[in-house]
């Protein structure tokens, strides 16, 4: 996975789309659309809400193009924007939800100041197809049912001879070992950060 | 509530996590969790930032095993070819326009002068962001610049999604803390009804619920207070601005702390008017008080609250000073509530 190499993209995208590129436009749109409707389903529960925010935030895009000369990444631009529409939509939304307002006080938690390392949705699922390849092997054998055949927990545990306490441990396991991947691509993402600065 | 504390501290599994934050963090994340869940998870999180790491793997491990919708549904290029009907419309908008004021301008001189005055068509251009919060909530964000902000309850923001060349404008009602990123080049404005605070890199409370007041608290740095008649003052780190009727005074805080510690979910009260605390509960709270005693009004109060609602803060103030809150008007269909307030 290369994901700083995409920066280069980025910028001339988006030098591109401030001439009034169109098509240039298309491309930036493509490459992130589906990753921030994703990226959304933090924030609202139904996806036809998300596209509508992530569409509107291209649209800005569009119309502002003149003064984007001087937004100097245009991914981090775009996941603020997002979050930030999302946030006003949750607000609105606070009159017929009860709870709202409280899931906002969780919102610091959530939230990160993005930048061009933060991961999207498809670098995320890449990142864990690769930690696959290195799951022990039992574990990889139940999370294979599990996540590729689309067995229920009852199934794996009738069709390997053990109990469904031990698949949902296993299960678990497994998924605490994409979740130290992840934490150990983050760390060197930081690490790799402090050099650079 | 001690004993969830000790569970979570002690009993831990593989993940780090005690089951009970375990399934708390499953509650938030498919939005089944209730006020007093969010406020468990929240006291956790806060504890360390250990606890706020493993929580953002546990998300993102969840966005990609449990996503809340498909993401083979999404359909990009559906998507993109109902973004490019609006882009034409906007555009055809703008044809249509020009040609019209082509044809028209010669004739109704003096209307399209009036109709064109300056700075529309400059300002069209750039998208304004609004971004508003409930009574009781509050949000934090970062803007384009990099700075961040917080704004409290009942309280809207509004900026350009691209700063203009020249300065970082902000229009704000309510109340905001700012970190503002250092740029000498680009001042950073906040614009109230009263006042603009002007700062090029720093960290400052702006408190402009009602009109004709304006509370300007600064931590680090150094602000400029504008006010609209042209006069303007300078603020130190500690001190704190108090426009009120045209009336400025410039006090020493004595903890910077308590003007800004809603920003972390607490509301601090200390030694303060009881006159003062109702106001400020107004503030963040769809709710009025009429205190029917005004030697009663100066009872001094302490007391630090962290996600009550407005009805067990009444309560606990009822308990404390002690008085009897009554309502006397029903707030329903969004109307405020109002209280009459005796000493008990």
């Known amino acids: 996975m290369n994901i700083s190499c995409c920066d280069n993209d980025d910028k001339l995208l988006l030098s591109a789309i401030c001439k009034g590129d169109s098509r240039a436009f298309d491309c930036l749109f493509r490459k992130y659309y589906a990753d921030l409707v994703m990226f959304c389903g933090r924030f609202l529960q139904r996806k036809e809400d998300c596209e509508d925010v992530v569409q509107s935030v291209f649209l800005i895009l569009w119309k502002s193009r003149a003064k984007m000369n001087d937004v100097l990444n245009i991914k981090q631009w775009l996941l603020r924007s997002t979050q930030n529409s999302c946030l006003n939509k949750l607000n609105h939304q606070t009159v017929v939800q009860r709870y709202s307002a409280d899931y906002l006080l969780l919102m610091p938690y959530f939230s990160e100041d993005y930048s061009s390392n933060t991961l999207l949705y498809s670098d995320l699922v890449k990142l864990v197809a690769s930690a696959e390849a290195t799951l022990g092997e039992k574990e990889a054998e139940v999370w294979n049912m599990s996540r590729h055949k689309g067995m229920k927990y009852a199934e794996i545990a009738a069709a390997l001879g053990i109990s469904v306490r031990t698949v949902e441990d296993r299960v678990a396991r497994a998924k605490n070992h994409f979740r130290r991947t992840l934490d150990r691509y983050w760390s060197t993402v930081l690490f790799l950060f402090l050099f650079m600065d | ?344």
């Open chain 2, 1 to 344: 509530m001690y004993n969830d504390k000790i569970d979570m501290d002690t009993k831990t599994n593989t993940s780090g996590t005690s089951p009970e934050v375990d399934i708390l963090m499953k509650k938030v994340l498919k939005g089944t969790a209730d006020r007093n869940d969010i406020s468990i998870l929240r006291e956790w999180l806060s504890a360390s930032e250990d606890n706020q790491r493993l929580f953002k793997q546990k998300c993102a491990v969840t966005e990609v095993f449990e996503p809340i919708f498909n993401p083979d549904d999404i359909d990009t290029e559906k998507a993109l070819s109902k973004i490019h009907r609006q882009m034409r419309k906007s555009v055809a908008w703008r044809k249509f326009a020009s040609h019209f004021a082509a044809a028209v301008i010669p004739l109704l001189c003096v209307a399209a002068l009036y109709f064109f005055v300056p700075g529309r068509g400059a300002q069209e251009d750039v998208a304004v962001v609004s971004l508003s919060t409930p009574y009781g909530g509050m949000l934090q964000t970062v803007l384009p610049d990099s700075s961040r902000v917080w704004l409290n309850a009942n309280s809207t923001l509004e900026y350009p999604a691209v700063f203009d060349m020249d300065e970082r404008k902000v229009i704000l009602e309510g109340e905001g803390y700012f970190e503002v990123r250092a740029d000498k080049a680009h001042p950073f404005i906040v614009s109230t009804d009263n006042v603009d605070v002007v700062a090029t890199g720093t960290a400052f409370n702006v408190n402009a619920y009602t009109k004709s007041s304006v509370d300007v608290t600064l931590l680090e740095g150094l602000v400029d207070v504008k006010l609209g008649d042209n006069r303007a003052f300078t603020i130190r780190p500690g001190e704190k601005l108090s426009l009120k009727d045209n009336a400025v005074e410039i006090l020493k805080e004595s903890s910077n702390h308590k003007s800004c510690s809603w920003k972390n979910g607490v509301l601090i009260f200390d030694n303060d008017r009881l006159d003062i605390v109702f106001a400020r509960l107004s503030q963040i709270y769809p709710v009025d008080f009429i205190i029917k005693d005004n030697a009663f009004a100066q009872t001094r109060y302490h007391a630090t609250f962290g996600g009550e609602s407005i009805y067990d803060i009444i309560h606990l103030l009822e308990i404390a000073v002690p008085m009897r809150c009554i309502p006397v008007k029903n707030g329903q269909d969004g109307q405020r509530m109002t209280y009459e307030v005796y000493p008990e």
